[in-house]
């Protein structure tokens, strides 16, 4: 069973940083894949946040971009997401996800994952 270990979340004011971090070292890495975060908040549906490939392509949400970075350390096996000026609206649940196998622009769309983590809780108060 696939294992991706999040980290990093916490309680943060507006405009602070946050940086999570997501073990895949659980992961079997193809040779093509990609690596994802996405959010979820109470009664809405998961949100693609940003993505990255194993060309380090990315591809971020109309709603982070110019805030958060999407990186991955190849060595440590570590996906990471810088978030910079945060908002009240970026509270969330945060999950990391993988595929392999998939070409083109890395997705944000949930259902072309299918490996998860467990999450971590992001809140930002104004």
């Known amino acids: 069973q696939v294992q991706l270990v999040e980290s990093g979340g916490g309680s943060v004011q507006a405009g602070g940083s946050l940086r999570l971090s997501c073990d895949t070292s659980g992961y079997a890495y193809s040779k093509f894949y990609c690596l994802a975060w996405f959010r979820q908040s109470p009664g809405k549906e998961r949100e693609g946040v940003a993505a990255i490939d194993n060309t380090d392509d990315t591809t971020y949400a109309d709603s982070v971009k110019g805030r958060f970075t999407i990186s991955q350390d190849n060595a440590k096996k570590i996906l990471y997401l810088q978030m910079n000026r945060l908002k009240p609206e970026d509270t969330a649940m945060y999950y990391c996800?993988?595929?392999?196998?998939?070409?083109?622009?890395?997705?944000?769309?949930?259902?072309?994952?299918?490996?998860w983590g467990q999450g971590t809780q992001v809140t930002v108060s104004s």
């Open positions: 996800a993988a595929e392999d196998g998939l070409v083109g622009v890395p997705p944000i769309m949930a259902y072309e994952y299918h490996h």
